[in-house]
C-alpha cells in the first residue's frame, strides 16, 4: 500500500454548522416544504396532461413515485454512512472519484438556481393575485405586468435569502405555517372538486373518477410516459433538503434518511389526491378549463378556481385561501431551495472542490454567508436573463430541472450500489436495499432521462400563449436548458481543475469503498460507513493516511488486520 499523505477535508458535522437543530417532525416538514406541493402542481399538472397522460395523469404521478421511492432508500443508506451536507457531491465522490463527485454537485445547484427562476415568477404573480382577491384594486392585473411580477419576484428571492442567512431554525419555524397553509387548501380543493362532480354539479367536461387512471398501460413510453414523468418528478423534487440538512439534525446518521422516506409517501397521496380532483372537475380538453389547454399548463388552479368555489362569500374566501396557499408554496420553497443549495456549495468549499470562501459560516447564526448570499445573487441573475431573453422561456424551466433532477438522483443511485458493492451479500437486507433498490432507480432515471431529452428536443414540444413554438438555436427550449446547464458544468469544472487540482486528485476528499473500518472494541462486530460519521465507525483510505496512530484496521470480507507498519493476520 501507498502511504502518500493528503490533506483531508473537513468530515461531517465539522464545517461549523449548528448540530441539533431539527427533529424528526422538523426534518419531515422541511422536506414536504422544499417540494412546494401547491405551487409544483400548479405550475407541472398541465403540462402532464398536455404530453399526452390525459386522464391517465394519475398513473404519471403513481409512476414517478417509484424511481423517488428508490432514491430515497439510496440517500437513507448513504446518510447512514456519511452524513454530510454534500450529499450527491460527497457520495459521487466517494464512489467514483472527484470528477463525478463534482459534476454531481454541480447538478444539485444548476437545478435549484434554474427552477428559482420559475418560482421567482411564480411569487411575484401571485402577490398581485391575493392582493386582488383581498380587494386591493387594480392590483390583481399587475401580476401579468412583466416588469411588476418580476420587480416582486426579485424582493421574494431576497427576503427568502435572508431568512435563510438567519439561522436553520427560523427557516424550520417559518416552514410550519407555511406547510400547513398549503396542505389544508389543497384537501379542501380536491374535495370540493369531488364532491362537485360526483354530485352531478360539475362542468362541462367534467369526468367521473375511475381505478383505470391509475393504469399506465396503452401509453407510450418514449413519447409520452418518459417526458411526463420528467414533470412529474419536479413535483416530488425538494425531499433531499431534509438529507441536505443532515448536520444540523439531532440524529444526522438516521434521522434524515427517515423523512426523506416518509415525506416522498406523504407526497405520494397528497398529489394522487389532488390530481384526481383536477382531472375530474376539469377533465383534460384543450379549451376552456381542460387541463390540456396551453393556456393552463403555466398555472391550472388560477385557471380552475373562481368556476370551481363560485362567487358566493364562502368562494370568494376559498379563492384567497387558494391564491394563498400558492404564494406561500413558492415563498416556502424558494427558501427550501436556498437552504440545500447553500449546503452543498458549503461542502464542495470545504473539500476545495470550489473557492474556499463559500465554506465561510457565521459565527452567530451558524449558517453559510458567502453560499447563502450567493445562491440569491446568482438566482437573481438568471430569472433577470430569462426574463430579457423571453418570459415564455420561463415554461421551459419545469421540463429543464426534470433533467437535472433525473441526473443527480440517478446519480446518487449508481453511487449507493457501487459504494456497497462489496459488502451486498454480507445480508439480504444489505442485497436488496443497498443493491437493488439503488440500483433499479438508477436504471429508471437514466431510461426517463434519455427518452425525456429526446422529446424536450423537438421544435414542438412547447409552446407558448400564441401557439409559437419556444426554441433556441431551431431546438426545443426544454432541452437547450438542461444540457446547457450540464455542459456549463463541465466548463467551470475544468476551469477549477486547473486553478486548484487538489481536489480532483483525491488529496481533500478519497475514492473509496466500505471495505476497510477501524477494528472495534473486543466484542463488537465490525460495522460500515463512512468517515466522520458520528458513531458509525471510521472507514479507512486505502493508503492508511487516516488510520490513527497505534490503531488497527480490518477487511471486513476477508478478516485481515492492518497496521501503519504492515499486515498481520
Given at each position: 500500500?501507498?502511504?502518500?499523505?493528503?490533506?483531508?477535508?473537513?468530515?461531517?458535522?465539522?464545517?461549523?454548522?449548528?448540530?441539533?437543530?431539527?427533529?424528526?417532525?422538523?426534518?419531515?416538514?422541511?422536506?414536504?416544504?422544499?417540494?412546494?406541493?401547491?405551487?409544483?402542481?400548479?405550475?407541472?399538472?398541465?403540462?402532464?396532461?398536455?404530453?399526452?397522460?390525459?386522464?391517465?395523469?394519475?398513473?404519471?404521478?403513481?409512476?414517478?413515485?417509484?424511481?423517488?421511492?428508490?432514491?430515497?432508500?439510496?440517500?437513507?443508506?448513504?446518510?447512514?454512512?456519511?452524513?454530510?451536507?454534500?450529499?450527491?457531491?460527497?457520495?459521487?465522490?466517494?464512489?467514483?472519484?472527484?470528477?463525478?463527485?463534482?459534476?454531481?454537485?454541480?447538478?444539485?445547484?444548476?437545478?435549484?438556481?434554474?427552477?428559482?427562476?420559475?418560482?421567482?415568477?411564480?411569487?411575484?404573480?401571485?402577490?398581485?393575485?391575493?392582493?386582488?382577491?383581498?380587494?386591493?384594486?387594480?392590483?390583481?392585473?399587475?401580476?401579468?405586468?412583466?416588469?411588476?411580477?418580476?420587480?416582486?419576484?426579485?424582493?421574494?428571492?431576497?427576503?427568502?435569502?435572508?431568512?435563510?442567512?438567519?439561522?436553520?431554525?427560523?427557516?424550520?419555524?417559518?416552514?410550519?405555517?407555511?406547510?400547513?397553509?398549503?396542505?389544508?387548501?389543497?384537501?379542501m380543493f380536491a374535495v370540493v372538486a369531488l364532491t362537485r362532480v360526483l354530485s352531478g354539479d360539475g362542468v362541462p367536461g367534467s369526468l367521473t373518477p375511475s381505478l383505470d387512471w391509475f393504469n399506465p398501460v396503452?401509453?407510450?413510453?418514449?413519447?409520452?410516459?418518459?417526458?411526463?414523468?420528467?414533470?412529474?418528478?419536479?413535483?416530488?423534487?425538494?425531499?433531499?433538503?431534509?438529507?441536505?440538512?443532515?448536520?444540523?439534525?439531532?440524529?444526522?446518521?438516521?434521522?434524515?434518511?427517515?423523512?426523506?422516506?416518509?415525506?416522498?409517501?406523504?407526497?405520494?397521496?397528497?398529489?394522487?389526491?389532488?390530481?384526481?380532483?383536477?382531472?375530474?372537475?376539469?377533465?383534460?380538453?384543450?379549451?376552456?378549463?381542460?387541463?390540456?389547454?396551453?393556456?393552463?399548463?403555466?398555472?391550472?388552479?388560477?385557471?380552475?378556481?373562481?368556476?370551481?368555489?363560485?362567487?358566493?362569500?364562502?368562494?370568494?374566501?376559498?379563492?384567497?385561501?387558494?391564491?394563498?396557499?400558492?404564494?406561500?408554496?413558492?415563498?416556502?420553497?424558494?427558501?427550501?431551495?436556498?437552504?440545500?443549495?447553500?449546503?452543498?456549495?458549503?461542502?464542495?468549499?470545504?473539500?476545495?472542490?470550489?473557492?474556499?470562501?463559500?465554506?465561510?459560516?457565521?459565527?452567530?447564526?451558524?449558517?453559510?454567508?458567502?453560499?447563502?448570499?450567493?445562491?440569491?445573487?446568482?438566482?437573481?441573475?438568471?430569472?433577470?436573463?430569462?426574463?430579457?431573453?423571453?418570459?415564455?422561456?420561463?415554461?421551459?424551466?419545469?421540463?429543464?430541472?426534470?433533467?437535472?433532477?433525473?441526473?443527480?438522483?440517478?446519480?446518487?443511485?449508481?453511487?449507493?450500489?457501487?459504494?456497497?458493492?462489496?459488502?451486498?451479500?454480507?445480508?439480504?437486507?444489505?442485497?436488496?436495499?443497498?443493491?437493488?433498490?439503488?440500483?433499479?432507480?438508477?436504471?429508471?432515471?437514466?431510461?426517463?432521462?434519455?427518452?425525456?431529452?429526446?422529446?424536450?428536443?423537438?421544435?414542438?414540444?412547447?409552446?407558448?400563449?400564441?401557439?409559437?413554438?419556444?426554441?433556441?438555436?431551431?431546438?426545443?427550449?426544454?432541452?437547450?436548458?438542461?444540457?446547457?446547464?450540464?455542459?456549463?458544468?463541465?466548463?467551470?469544472?475544468?476551469?477549477?481543475?486547473?486553478?486548484?487540482?487538489?481536489?480532483?486528485?483525491?488529496?481533500?476528499?478519497?475514492?473509496?469503498?466500505?471495505?476497510?473500518?477501524?477494528?472495534?472494541?473486543?466484542?463488537?462486530?465490525?460495522?460500515?460507513?463512512?468517515?466522520?460519521?458520528?458513531?458509525?465507525?471510521?472507514?479507512?483510505?486505502?493508503?492508511?493516511?487516516?488510520?490513527?496512530?497505534?490503531?488497527?484496521?480490518?477487511?471486513?470480507?476477508?478478516?485481515?488486520?492492518?497496521?501503519?507498519?504492515?499486515?498481520?493476520?
Amino acid at each position: 500500500m501507498s502511504t502518500a499523505a493528503t490533506t483531508p477535508g473537513p468530515g461531517a458535522g465539522d464545517k461549523g454548522l449548528k448540530t441539533g437543530a431539527l427533529g424528526l417532525v422538523s426534518s419531515i416538514v422541511v422536506g414536504m416544504s422544499s417540494t412546494a406541493p401547491a405551487y409544483s402542481l400548479a405550475a407541472s399538472l398541465g403540462f402532464i396532461v398536455a404530453a399526452g397522460a390525459g386522464i391517465k395523469s394519475p398513473a404519471i404521478v403513481l409512476l414517478a413515485f417509484v424511481p423517488m421511492y428508490l432514491i430515497a432508500v439510496s440517500y437513507q443508506e448513504l446518510n447512514r454512512a456519511e452524513p454530510d451536507c454534500g450529499t450527491t457531491f460527497t457520495w459521487a465522490s466517494r464512489a467514483f472519484g472527484p470528477k463525478t463527485g463534482w459534476l454531481g454537485g454541480w447538478g444539485i445547484i444548476a437545478a435549484d438556481v434554474i427552477v428559482m427562476a420559475n418560482l421567482a415568477q411564480i411569487a411575484g404573480t401571485y402577490t398581485f393575485t391575493l392582493l386582488g382577491e383581498l380587494g386591493v384594486a387594480g392590483v390583481a392585473d399587475l401580476g401579468d405586468n412583466v416588469v411588476a411580477s418580476t420587480t416582486v419576484g426579485i424582493l421574494w428571492i431576497v427576503l427568502m435569502t435572508w431568512i435563510c442567512y438567519r439561522g436553520i431554525e427560523v427557516s424550520a419555524r417559518l416552514q410550519y405555517g407555511l406547510l400547513a397553509i398549503e396542505v389544508v387548501v389543497l384537501v379542501m380543493f380536491a374535495v370540493v372538486a369531488l364532491t362537485r362532480v360526483l354530485s352531478g354539479d360539475g362542468v362541462p367536461g367534467s369526468l367521473t373518477p375511475s381505478l383505470d387512471w391509475f393504469n399506465p398501460v396503452g401509453l407510450d413510453f418514449p413519447t409520452v410516459i418518459a417526458p411526463a414523468i420528467l414533470t412529474a418528478i419536479f413535483i416530488y423534487w425538494g425531499w433531499d433538503t431534509a438529507v441536505a440538512l443532515n448536520e444540523e439534525s439531532a440524529d444526522p446518521g438516521k434521522t434524515p434518511g427517515r423523512a426523506a422516506i416518509i415525506s416522498t409517501f406523504l407526497l405520494l397521496g397528497t398529489y394522487a389526491l389532488v390530481t384526481v380532483a383536477a382531472v375530474a372537475f376539469a377533465g383534460v380538453g384543450e379549451t376552456g378549463m381542460g387541463l390540456a389547454n396551453p393556456e393552463n399548463s403555466g398555472d391550472v388552479f388560477r385557471a380552475i378556481g373562481a368556476t370551481l368555489f363560485g362567487d358566493s362569500l364562502l368562494g370568494h374566501i376559498a379563492l384567497v385561501l387558494l391564491a394563498a396557499s400558492i404564494l406561500t408554496s413558492a415563498s416556502a420553497c424558494t427558501q427550501t431551495t436556498i437552504l440545500p443549495t447553500a449546503r452543498t456549495a458549503l461542502s464542495m468549499a470545504a473539500y476545495k472542490a470550489i473557492p474556499e470562501k463559500f465554506a465561510r459560516i457565521h459565527p452567530k447564526f451558524l449558517t453559510p454567508t458567502w453560499s447563502t448570499i450567493g445562491m440569491g445573487i446568482i438566482s437573481i441573475a438568471f430569472y433577470l436573463l430569462f426574463t430579457l431573453i423571453s418570459p415564455d422561456l420561463l415554461g421551459a424551466l419545469i421540463g429543464s430541472v426534470g433533467l437535472m433532477i433525473a441526473f443527480y438522483y440517478g446519480l446518487t443511485g449508481y453511487a449507493c450500489f457501487w459504494f456497497y458493492r462489496r459488502t451486498l451479500l454480507t445480508s439480504a437486507r444489505h442485497f436488496v436495499m443497498r443493491g437493488v433498490i439503488p440500483l433499479a432507480g438508477g436504471l429508471m432515471l437514466t431510461a426517463v432521462f434519455g427518452f425525456g431529452l429526446q422529446q424536450y428536443a423537438t421544435v414542438d414540444w412547447l409552446l407558448d400563449a400564441n401557439g409559437n413554438n419556444v426554441t433556441i438555436f431551431g431546438i426545443g427550449a426544454v432541452a437547450v436548458v438542461g444540457v446547457g446547464a450540464m455542459l456549463l458544468g463541465v466548463v467551470l469544472m475544468l476551469v477549477w481543475m486547473v486553478r486548484a487540482p487538489a481536489f480532483f486528485r483525491g488529496k481533500t476528499l478519497e475514492k473509496r469503498a466500505d471495505d476497510l473500518v477501524l477494528l472495534p472494541a473486543v466484542g463488537s462486530a465490525p460495522m460500515f460507513g463512512l468517515p466522520d460519521s458520528g458513531l458509525m465507525p471510521t472507514v479507512i483510505a486505502p493508503d492508511l493516511s487516516n488510520l490513527p496512530p497505534g490503531e488497527t484496521a480490518v477487511d471486513p470480507a476477508t478478516g485481515e488486520r492492518i497496521t501503519r507498519s504492515g499486515a498481520d493476520s
